[in-house]
Structures are given as C-alpha cells and as structure tokens.
C-alpha cells in the first residue's frame, strides 16, 4: 500500500527557510516520480516543484523558481522541498505527490496526473 506522509512544516517569518520531507512506503523509488503541491483554502492545489523517476530532472512553477529546491534521498525513501527566502504568499498546506509508468510522462503540473497523495503540511509565513 503506497503511503505519504509529510512533515517539517510549521510557522517562518518572510525571508526565512523550512524543510519539507514526505516519507514514502509501499513503493519502489526507482518507479515512481514525485512532485510538491500547495493549496490555500481560497484556491485549488498548485504545482510547485517536480522531480523524474532517475531523480535528474527538477521542474519548478515560476512562483518559487530560484527559492525553493526538490530533492530525493532513495536510502531514506524521502523526498524533500527546501524553502528559502519564503514570503506570505507561500503561506499553504504542502502537498507530496507520486505516480507510476505512463503517469509520469503527463503534464507534472496537473493535479490529475498525480495517483497519490500525502495528508498535507501547513507552512505559515508572517510578514
């Protein structure tokens, strides 16, 4: 049973960092592509940060290009977002994502694309 479970998110002042990580279970990393989404109560979930299969190609929404950073560690079956220079708009609950085969060939930035989902981390961040 694939499982994800995020953690790491919490409250930061505008210009601070936080770290994400998604722990990942009932799967072969080797299989899947995984990708960060964020969701405010106002607004449907959005792509942020995408990462391939191999884990060599990074994709990144043009919000938080040069600030935010994905990443993946196999021998510990976690993903991770690094967040740098957050600002209030960053403000959202975090998603992670992962999908298999055929899925990872669909439009990363697509909440459809992606079979499974995390339960979420709420980031906070305070002007």
């Known amino acids: 049973q694939v499982q994800l479970e995020e953690s790491g998110g919490g409250s930061a002042q505008a210009g601070g960092s936080l770290n994400l990580s998604c722990l990942r279970s009932g799967f072969t990393a080797s299989r899947a592509c995984m990708a960060w989404f964020r969701q405010t109560p106002e607004n449907e979930r959005e792509a942020v940060a995408f990462i391939d299969v191999l884990g060599t190609t990074e994709q990144y929404a043009d919000s938080i290009k040069g600030r935010f950073t994905i990443s993946r560690d196999r021998a510990k079956n976690t993903l991770y977002l690094l967040m740098n220079n957050l600002q209030p708009d960053d403000t959202a609950t975090y998603f992670c994502?992962?999908?298999?085969?055929?899925?990872?060939?669909?439009?990363?930035?697509?909440?459809?694309?992606?079979?499974?989902w995390g339960q979420g981390t709420q980031v906070t961040v305070s002007s």
């Open positions: 994502a992962a999908a298999f085969g055929g899925h990872c060939t669909l439009p990363w930035s697509e909440a459809k694309t992606w079979q499974f």
